[in-house]
């Protein structure tokens, strides 16, 4: 099996900061694309960044120029830098990996974290 922990979410007051990390850990052989999406109360959940195995990076406009997505791939872990955070950027952060866990059966499955609670004050 395959499980992603992410840890770094927390209370911020706005302008402040925040450095989001998820590891995955289990049957890996290979991960393709990382990111990181966001879901608020109310709201259907969105992308926030996305990551390729190359470090090609994507962000959705309302993060771009105050999110950085990263990767350890050697350490199977994705970051998320949040910079000049929002209150509207208070949601529940989640991270998700497309993994590959044998060279023998190639199947390609999105794995999810559980959520990390980003709360940003006004």
């Known amino acids: 099996q395959v499980q992603l922990v992410e840890s770094g979410g927390g209370l911020v007051q706005a302008g402040g900061s925040l450095r989001l990390s998820c590891a995955a850990a289990?049957?890996?052989?290979?991960?393709?694309?990382m990111a990181w999406y966001r879901q608020a109360p109310g709201k259907q959940r969105e992308l926030v960044a996305s990551?390729?195995?190359?470090?090609?990076?994507n962000y959705a406009d309302f993060v771009k120029g105050r999110f950085t997505i990263s990767r350890d791939s050697a350490k199977n872990t994705v970051y998320l830098q949040m910079n000049s955070l929002k209150p509207e950027d208070t949601a529940v952060y989640s991270c998700?990996?497309?993994?590959?866990?044998?060279?023998?059966?190639?199947?390609?499955?999105?794995?999810w974290g559980q959520g990390t609670q980003v709360t940003v004050s006004s």
């Open positions: 289990g049957s890996i052989f290979s991960i393709n694309a």
């Open positions: 990551i390729t195995p190359g470090g090609s990076a």
């Open positions: 998700k990996m497309d993994v590959l866990r044998s060279s023998i059966v190639l199947e390609w499955r999105d794995y």
